[in-house]
């Protein structure tokens, strides 16, 4: 009888950890631990597209505007800009919490594989392909406030 009530007890506090576990979302779980899970280029991507699609689904423009500032910004050729918003979107698809919350997950590699320079050019995309939101109040303003405060201390 003690056998069996151990083995559940062990079942309760596995199946426990395993919740908690997953609701971790981490930027390496969302990419499957891809190597590019660390490429400050699909962080950005993501980052753009949440922004992109705060209010509604990104459109063709919105597509083209992100694709080029990956180009014009990151020094990337339209094949892998492409290439960054398809593995971007799939990232910012699998992480939650609100915009906030979302653009601070994404944010690791950028923290860690940017110079000062290239942090204040992500901020720029950000703010650029939030358009007219970035200066609205609301989520997308306290979001693109609150990652900038966080790039310009490191």
Same mark, same amino acid.
């Given at each position: ?8 007890? %062990?079942?309760? &506090? ?5 919740? %908690?576990?997953? $609701? ?14 660390? !490429?400050?280029?699909?962080?950005? =991507? ?13 459109t ?5 505007? #992100?694709?080029?500032? *990956?180009?014009?910004?990151?020094? #990337? !050729?339209?094949? =892998?800009?492409?290439?960054? %918003?398809? !593995?971007?979107? $799939?990232?910012? @698809?699998?992480?939650? &919490?609100? *915009? @906030? ?19 204040? !050019?992500? #901020?720029?995309?950000?703010?650029? #392909?939030?358009?007219?939101? =970035?200066? $609205?109040? &609301? ?6 406030g $609150?990652v900038?405060?966080? %790039?310009?201390?490191?």
């Amino acid at each position: 009888m003690s056998v069996v009530l151990g083995a559940l007890l %062990l079942l309760v &506090g596995a199946a426990i950890a395993y919740h %908690l576990i997953e $609701r971790m979302p981490r930027l390496a779980q969302a990419v499957g631990g891809s190597p590019r899970q660390s !490429d400050p280029r699909v962080a950005v =991507a993501a980052m753009m597209y949440a922004v992109a699609t705060e209010h509604g689904p990104l459109t063709a423009e919105q597509e083209r505007q #992100i694709e080029q500032l *990956l180009c014009s910004r990151m020094g #990337i !050729d339209p094949a =892998a800009a492409r290439a960054c %918003l398809a !593995d971007g979107r $799939r990232v910012a @698809n699998r992480v939650h &919490g609100d *915009l @906030n919350s979302r653009l601070h997950q994404l944010l690791g590699p950028v923290e860690h594989g940017c110079s000062r320079r290239e942090k204040q !050019d992500v #901020i720029e995309m950000l703010q650029s #392909i939030a358009g007219p939101l =970035a200066k $609205r109040l &609301g989520p997308v303003r306290e979001g693109l406030g $609150r990652v900038s405060a966080t %790039l310009k201390q490191g």
